[in-house]
Each structure stands twice: as structure tokens, then as C-alpha cells.
């Protein structure tokens, strides 16, 4: 069974970080590219950020350019995003996503940024 689990969502302050984590079982995950999603209440599931296979290039949403950070530990079969300087608008549901011949899709973690 595949099974993908974010873990590290919370309540944070305007301007604070949080790591999430996402680990992966079932699947040969260095061969996999690696993503963040995200969905706010009433909007669109939209990507965050993405990691090819094996640690290959990034890419990111604008909205986060410069503030998250991708990464993965293909030895613990783990996936991150670094988010620093936190925004009350990125407060959403944080989906872990492992993308090759099909799609898997973690249950989320919920991250909310308020004063």
C-alpha cells in the first residue's frame, strides 16, 4: 500500500516558519518527482513547490519564491518545505503529492498563519 503523511502543519504567527514533513512508504521514492500542494477554503488546489526525482531541479509558486523551500532525503524516503515568513494567506491545507507513472496524494496538514 502507498501511503504519503505530512506531518509538521500548526498555528503560527504572521512571520514565523514551520517544516513540513511528508514521508512516503510503498513506492520507490527517489524515482518519484516530489510536490506541495495546497487548498484554502473555497479555492482551488494549487502547487507550491516541486522537486524532480533523485534531488534534481525545483520549481516554485511565485506567491512563495523566496520564502519555501524544497527538499528531499531520498534515504528516509522524505520529502520537506522549509516556510519561512509566513503570511496569514498561506494558511491552507498542505497536500504532499508523489507524481511518476500515476499520482499518490498524501491526507494533508493543516497550517494556519495568524496574529
Known amino acids: 500500500q502507498v501511503q504519503l503523511v505530512e506531518s509538521g502543519g500548526g498555528l503560527v504567527q504572521p512571520g514565523g516558519s514551520l517544516r513540513l514533513s511528508c514521508a512516503a512508504s510503498g513506492i520507490t521514492f527517489s524515482i518519484y518527482t516530489m510536490s506541495w500542494y495546497r487548498q484554502a477554503p473555497g479555492k482551488e488546489r494549487e502547487l507550491v513547490a516541486a522537486i524532480l526525482s533523485y534531488g534534481g531541479s525545483t520549481n516554485y509558486a511565485d506567491s512563495v519564491k523566496g520564502r519555501f523551500t524544497i527538499s528531499r532525503d531520498n534515504a528516509k524516503n522524505t520529502v520537506y518545505l522549509q516556510m519561512n515568513s509566513l503570511k496569514p494567506e498561506d494558511t491552507a491545507v498542505y497536500y504532499c503529492?508523489?507524481?511518476?507513472?500515476?499520482?499518490?496524494w498524501g491526507q494533508g496538514t493543516q497550517v494556519t498563519v495568524s496574529s
Open positions: 503529492k508523489a507524481s511518476r507513472i500515476v499520482d499518490y
